[in-house]
């Protein structure tokens, strides 16, 4: 078996990867979404994989791994890669799951990710009606994750820092940073403390938190929170879209705190990994499989985080349905350092018609049952998914 053509389509709001062999099969991986421009550096790799067995996932990555880098650009290779499992899977006739060394769990546990609730405002009154919406949800999430303080618009929130807008940032946006003010220190914790008053103890709370604290201000919040047992604090220092680690910075903070802290997700390859774990910087990891490299690139950095005793959440809000399926294949093999990945949705809604295979209904009780089928046990409906292809992009399935 041969790869004799790699394609790119934007369906929705995703890259969707398609790897094609010499025998008709197909598989397929995703681009996060808000990364549409990184088409050409997915069409960049077609002629270094054409002639390759697919099969061999880990020699056809070999030949591309050196073309990514930290979040945005390692989509490209990290999606090509889970296509290529995918692939593998398919003609084997077996899950992904199986290829990865064979699952260990046959539900796995997802938090809130994609279905976070919709918030007008930043009181404390916005964040308990958030928390009793995502109470609520009929998926039954026993995790929630919310953002707040200088994760997405809260950091504009007059009064809550002295810092400003650095400029020249466009992956996704302004960076926002700076000290904190005391009242708006003591806003952030009076918002946290509704949110954990709403979901009780059968709730698990993660925060999404940045980056953008100053070090100091990173510790100030995480003792301020002690008592509310939050399961960990997301990107206080660096991670998004930041091109580094700070591992010596995450250290002086998560070895002075009782909450665990967390990241990771902007992350690529296990080598930019390394001194997060053997220092044991951080509590928790993040990394997401459509960017640190693909899905052995994850299990690899987990299984070695599990040796220094540190936990493992994998990223992926904007990694669509596909991303939903690679991610319950991947984390049913993973070992017991592992908490729940976050969830993707399919966006827009018609992402539920077009794909077939996903269980119904997806999520119970806060958990995915694991597929067996062949792959990561998706396919599309082409017929249904045609109308929803650009004119740039109808031979995309041919």
Same mark, same amino acid.
């Given at each position: 078996?041969?790869i004799?053509?790699?394609k790119c389509?934007?369906?929705?709001?995703?890259?969707?990867?398609?790897?094609v062999?010499?025998?008709?099969?197909?598989?397929?991986?995703?681009?996060e979404?808000?990364?549409?421009?990184?088409?050409p550096?997915?069409?960049? /790799? !077609?002629?270094v994989?054409?002639?390759m067995?697919p099969?061999?996932?880990?020699?056809?990555v070999?030949k591309?791994?050196?073309?990514?880098?930290?979040?945005?650009?390692?989509?490209a290779?990290s999606?090509?890669?889970?296509?290529?499992?995918? /692939?593998?899977?398919?003609?084997? =006739?077996?899950?992904?799951?199986?290829?990865?060394?064979?699952?260990?769990r046959d539900?796995?546990?997802?938090y809130?990710?994609a279905?976070?609730a919709?918030?007008?405002?930043?009181?404390?009154?916005?964040?308990?009606?958030?928390?009793?919406?995502?109470?609520?949800?009929?998926e $039954?999430?026993?995790?929630v994750?919310?953002?707040?303080?200088?994760?997405?618009?809260?950091?504009?929130?007059?009064?809550?820092?002295y810092?400003a807008?650095?400029?020249?940032?466009s992956?996704?946006?302004?960076i926002?940073s700076?000290?904190l003010?005391?009242k708006?220190?003591?806003h952030?914790?009076a918002?946290?403390?509704?949110?954990?008053?709403?979901?009780g103890?059968?709730? $698990?709370?993660?925060?999404?938190?940045?980056? =953008?604290?100053?070090p100091?201000d990173a510790?100030?919040?995480?003792?301020a929170?002690?008592?509310?047992?939050?399961?960990w604090?997301?990107?206080?220092?660096?991670?998004?879209?930041t091109?580094?680690?700070?591992?010596?910075?995450?250290?002086?903070?998560?070895?002075r705190?009782?909450?665990?802290?967390?990241?990771?997700?902007?992350?690529?390859?296990?080598?930019?990994?390394?001194?997060?774990?053997?220092? !044991?910087a951080v509590?928790?990891?993040g990394?997401?499989?459509?960017?640190? =490299?693909?899905?052995?690139?994850?299990?690899?950095?987990?299984?070695?985080?599990?040796?220094? =005793?540190?936990?493992?959440?994998?990223?992926?809000?904007?990694?669509?349905?596909?991303?939903?399926?690679?991610l319950?294949?991947?984390?049913?093999t993973?070992p017991?350092?592992f908490?729940?990945?976050?969830?993707?949705?399919?966006?827009p809604s018609w992402?539920y018609?077009?794909?077939?295979?996903?269980?119904?209904?997806?999520?119970t009780?806060?958990?995915?049952s694991?597929?067996?089928?062949?792959? /990561?046990g998706?396919d599309f409906?082409?017929?249904?998914?045609l109308?929803?292809l650009?004119?740039?992009?109808?031979?995309?399935?041919?």
């Amino acid at each position: 078996m041969k790869i004799n053509d790699l394609k790119c389509a934007m369906i929705g709001r995703n890259l969707i990867v398609r790897v094609v062999s010499d025998e008709g099969l197909s598989g397929y991986g995703a681009v996060e979404s808000f990364k549409a421009s990184l088409k050409p550096q997915v069409m960049a /790799l !077609r002629d270094v994989l054409i002639g390759m067995d697919p099969s061999t996932v880990e020699r056809c990555v070999r030949k591309i791994r050196a073309r990514g880098s930290f979040k945005p650009n390692g989509a490209a290779v990290s999606a090509v890669e889970v296509a290529l499992w995918d /692939l593998a899977g398919r003609a084997a =006739g077996l899950p992904v799951h199986k290829l990865l060394g064979g699952k260990v769990r046959d539900t796995v546990r997802v938090y809130n990710g994609a279905m976070r609730a919709p918030m007008t405002g930043f009181g404390v009154e916005d964040f308990r009606a958030a928390a009793l919406y995502m109470r609520d949800q009929p998926e $039954g999430f026993t995790i929630v994750k919310q953002g707040i303080a200088f994760h997405g618009s809260m950091k504009n929130r007059t009064g809550l820092h002295y810092g400003a807008a650095q400029p020249g940032r466009s992956f996704p946006g302004t960076i926002v940073s700076g000290m904190l003010t005391e009242k708006g220190l003591d806003h952030l914790v009076a918002c946290v403390a509704a949110t954990k008053e709403v979901l009780g103890k059968d709730i $698990g709370l993660a925060l999404d938190c940045g980056p =953008g604290f100053t070090p100091v201000d990173a510790l100030k919040f995480a003792r301020a929170l002690e008592p509310y047992n939050i399961l960990w604090l997301e990107d206080l220092i660096a991670g998004d879209y930041t091109p580094y680690v700070q591992a010596d910075i995450y250290r002086d903070i998560s070895t002075r705190s009782l909450v665990p802290i967390h990241t990771g997700e902007q992350i690529y390859l296990r080598q930019n990994f390394k001194e997060l774990i053997d220092r !044991r910087a951080v509590h928790v990891i993040g990394p997401d499989p459509f960017d640190v =490299g693909g899905l052995a690139e994850l299990k690899w950095i987990a299984e070695y985080a599990d040796l220094y =005793g540190i936990q493992v959440a994998p990223h992926g809000i904007g990694n669509g349905l596909i991303g939903l399926a690679a991610l319950t294949q991947l984390c049913a093999t993973l070992p017991d350092n592992f908490i729940a990945f976050e969830y993707p949705a399919g966006e827009p809604s018609w992402w539920y018609e077009i794909l077939e295979g996903l269980p119904d209904p997806i999520v119970t009780d806060g958990f995915v049952s694991v597929s067996d089928r062949p792959g /990561l046990g998706i396919d599309f409906n082409v017929e249904r998914t045609l109308p929803h292809l650009g004119e740039e992009d109808r031979d995309f399935f041919q």
